[in-house]
């Protein structure tokens, strides 16, 4: 159970993002259709500031 991650997925700016939450921070990978796939890390504070700012919906939550 100590290496399960929870991960979900959300839309930012109409494309699809993978989010991924780890004990410290959430990244962030952006999921286009070109391969380019650009992350960005944020501690939980920060996370949660963005989320709020930017009125996220997050879908298909899982456990790995």
């Keep these: 159970m ?3 991650k929870l991960f979900t997925y959300c ?3 109409d494309t699809h993002h993978l989010v991924v939450f780890y ?3 959430v990244r962030i990978t952006e999921c286009d259709d ?3 796939n650009n992350s960005k ?3 939980l504070n920060e996370f949660v500031d963005f989320v709020n700012e930017n ?3 997050f ?3 899982e456990v790995e």
Aim: hydrophobic share 25%.
């Design 23 to 25: 004990p410290t921070y």
């Design 55 to 57: 009125n996220i919906d």
């Design 34 to 36: 070109e391969g380019v």
């Design 59 to 61: 879908y298909d939550w």
């Design 2 to 4: 100590d290496n399960e």
């Design 41 to 43: 890390d944020y501690t």
């Design 11 to 13: 839309m930012i700016d």
